[in-house]
């Protein structure tokens, strides 16, 4: 089964810079889309930026420009690099599959920005 470990959040002031990683394991990582996502309290969860095998990048309009998505295939990992951040990107931040696998979602990781 794919399971997805987020980490790097955490408090960070407004216009700062957070960088979050994924660990992905048992699935065929390299050959899938993967994708960042993120759930604000009190609101569903969305799509913020995707990124294909080949390194093809997609973005929300919300992040484009200050969020860049990468991956490392050696490492079964991806990253987002968070930069500028206002108080609206505060939420949990997941990865998984583009599109997602639906029983797989790790426990994400928290971005509170914040002054």
């Known amino acids: 089964q794919a399971q997805f470990v987020e980490s790097g959040g955490g408090l960070v002031q407004p216009g700062g810079s957070q960088r979050l990683s994924c660990a992905s394991s048992?699935?065929?990582?390299?050959?899938?889309?993967m994708g960042w996502y993120r759930q604000a309290p009190g609101k569903q969860r969305e799509l913020v930026a995707t990124i294909t095998n080949t390194r093809i990048t997609n973005y929300a309009d919300s992040v484009k420009g200050r969020f860049t998505i990468s991956r490392d295939a050696g490492k079964n990992t991806i990253y987002l690099q968070m930069n500028s951040l206002k108080s609206e990107d505060t939420a949990v931040y997941y990865c998984?599959?583009?599109?997602?696998?639906?029983?797989?979602w790790g426990q994400g990781t928290q971005v509170t920005v914040s002054s």
């Open positions: 998984n599959k583009d599109p997602p696998i639906q029983d797989s």
């Open positions: 048992g699935i065929f990582y390299s050959i899938f889309a």
